[in-house]
């Protein structure tokens, strides 16, 4: 049994590619881990809110020092990090938008990624905090991105594993439905991403 939560970008609700492949990822692991749990993070529905001067002042305010305003200003990153330790497996929808990740998936990153809780410096360099989980990523594309002439400019897959290893998640799968709005390849793009799925 796993607690898997599912972190939602994009804003095309049921005819979202990303969110059909990752849905189907979910499935597979509640085959393989049965009596597994779900919590479905929608950040378009959420709406977390882009990093203003009040979010950062509290990242920075010690705990015993943080007013009522501070706690508020916080309440977002605090619930979407907790959402994170709780969970065993994470499996992040991210469509490719413009060469790079929807800006609900940024907003939230921005958020998650906090010096002293999910990430620390010392002697030796930074040091993700964030330790022993599993992360799928849904990758959905108009476009191939996986290889030939477009792969230098998906900044999607990089700057994911990337920024996520930073805080400690560095066990990264990455499957995708690519081609969707190319002919004679997007009438079987999701198919093809659905089978491409393993787990280990």
């Not at 590619?17 to 749990?37: D, H, R």
């Amino acid at each position: 049994m796993k607690k898997i939560l599912h972190i939602i970008s994009s804003p095309r609700g049921d005819a979202s590619l990303s969110i059909k492949l990752g849905n189907a990822i979910i499935e597979k692991i509640k085959a393989e881990y049965p009596g597994s749990t779900v919590k479905e993070s929608n950040l378009v529905k959420q709406q977390f809110p882009h990093l203003e001067e009040a979010h950062l002042t509290s990242f920075f305010t010690p705990a015993e020092s943080r007013t009522p305003a501070n706690i508020t200003a916080l309440k977002n990153s605090d619930e979407a990090i907790e959402d994170l330790k709780d969970a065993d497996i994470i499996v992040i929808g991210a469509p490719l938008y413009n060469f790079s990740i929807h800006s609900t998936l940024k907003a939230w990153i921005d958020h998650i990624v906090r010096a002293g809780i999910t990430f620390k410096y010392d002697e030796n360099g930074p040091e993700g905090l964030l330790k022993g989980k599993k992360v799928y990523i849904s990758l959905a594309s108009g476009g191939i991105f996986s290889d030939g002439p477009m792969r230098s400019v998906d900044f999607v897959e990089p700057y994911l594993k990337h920024i996520l290893s930073f805080i400690g998640l560095t066990d990264i799968s990455v499957f995708r439905v690519e081609g969707s709005a190319i002919p004679g390849v997007k009438d079987t793009a999701l198919e093809k991403g659905i089978n491409s799925i393993h787990l280990n």
